[in-house]
């Protein structure tokens, strides 16, 4: 009686033979475990390339936070304190109570609230590029690292980054 990974097939002299299934099994499990292979390393090479961008990812450059500071104390300081410390009607913009108040927010959210409610009184009036670079100087007070290119003042782009209160790993 023949293995059940083998088959009966008759030869053309009407002969019956016993013939193996296991070559068949062999190259179609590994065609099937090669394909299954690339798809893993596919996915997952995808899935790092779209991981989060955060504030710890060098998401504005030095120089545009060093914009931003000039463009803080002319436009800023005088609610928000030039150390950032807030004020009666201004909230803190660097340490723990803006860190933690914005963690997992993206940049668009803080983006848009600055467009709509600063400078107080003159809302809305500054650039996109200039509440940027206040931005990128805001994340500079706070410690997050810059990189080699500013943060962009779309909003589209800005929705992308998330603020971080903890660096990747930490």
Request: aromatic letters at 6%; hydrophobic letters at 40%.
């Amino acid at each position: 009686m023949p293995h059940r990974s083998a088959h009966v097939t008759e030869t053309r002299s009407g002969a019956r033979r016993v013939v193996s299934a296991l070559p068949l099994v062999s190259r179609v499990g590994s065609r099937l475990c090669l394909v299954l292979s690339v798809a893993v390393a596919w996915t997952c090479a995808g899935a790092a390339a779209q991981a989060p961008t955060t504030t710890w990812s060098g998401v504005y450059s030095a120089e545009q936070a060093a914009e931003g500071e000039g463009l803080f104390l002319d436009v800023c300081a005088g609610c928000h304190q030039p150390d950032m410390s807030g004020g009666e009607d201004a909230p803190p913009l660097a340490g723990a109570p803006f860190v933690t108040k914005w963690d997992g927010h993206a940049l668009a959210d803080l983006f848009q609230l600055m467009r709509r409610s600063m400078p107080k009184g003159d809302e809305g009036s500054l650039s996109p590029a200039e509440y940027a670079q206040l931005i990128a100087h805001v994340l500079h007070r706070n410690g997050f690292p810059a990189g080699p290119t500013a943060l962009p003042d779309s909003l589209d782009a800005m929705k992308r980054i998330r603020i971080a209160a903890r660096q990747p790993g930490q």
